[in-house]
């Protein structure tokens, strides 16, 4: 599985595993489970910053989107873009993929502007108005 696929759909633990198998006092191991937590916070707000980094280079160069493929998931999918950039991106209200796929075989779908959201970077697409997608990671 992808990292980048990973590091989104990983499982939120509240309570450590036992570490009786592996001999650990109990205060290490919600040491280690806060350690855990931290890296993987901070891994998730680098992963944030490049998806941030790569739709703002699509948003000061007018880059059209060019595909629209299906996704890992049944709720994403994949938004190409003329200069190779591919972002993994959702729906933000019900229908707004689907209009993003009617309008991207025209050649007129651009990101207009982008917000940043607590779990995703949200898209506002020119071409398909008001359709707004929300890119949760770049995909390979």
Do not use: Y
């Amino acid at each position: 599985m992808p990292s980048w696929l990973r590091l989104r759909l990983r499982p939120r633990r509240d309570v450590p595993s036992s570490g009786d198998d592996l001999g650990l006092d109990p205060a290490d191991i919600l040491e280690l489970a806060e350690i855990e937590r931290r890296c993987w916070l901070e891994e998730r707000a680098a992963s944030t910053a490049l998806v941030a980094a790569a739709v703002h280079r699509l948003v000061v160069r007018r880059v059209p989107a060019r595909t629209l493929q299906p996704g890992p998931l049944k709720s994403l999918a994949v938004l190409g873009f003329a200069d190779g950039t591919r972002l993994l991106v959702r729906s933000v209200r019900t229908g707004d993929l689907s209009k993003v796929a009617l309008a991207v075989p025209n050649g007129h779908v651009t990101v207009h502007d982008c917000l940043r959201s607590t779990d995703a970077i949200v898209l506002e697409l020119d071409g398909c108005r008001p359709a707004r997608l929300a890119a949760a990671g770049i995909a390979p």
